[in-house]
């Protein structure tokens, strides 16, 4: 009997081995509020695993595609700092 890492391990690969892509569907706010999850999951001190660099670049291209203002792009910056500002936190509604 494999482990659940074993079995986990040879489910990811068939999904490498799958060529079809996922299409997600999102509205740009949507598409924002998981970039901002992004930020906060890769700001972790332990999430340093291979996995992080996939979702760093995952986040990057959402930065680029949705930090279009100067105030958007501000905020997408500031995401990545350790100690992000209460504000940003108080500031949607």
Known sequence: ??????????????????????????TKLQAWIVFMHLQLALRHPENTGPLSGVARQIALTLQELLATTPTLQRVAAMGWMEDLPDEIFHAVQ
């Not at 060529?19 to 997600?24: D, E, F, M």
């Open 1 to 26: 009997m494999s482990t659940l890492a074993e079995q986990l391990n040879a489910e990811l690969g068939e999904l490498v081995s799958d060529p079809q892509p996922v299409i997600l569907q999102l």
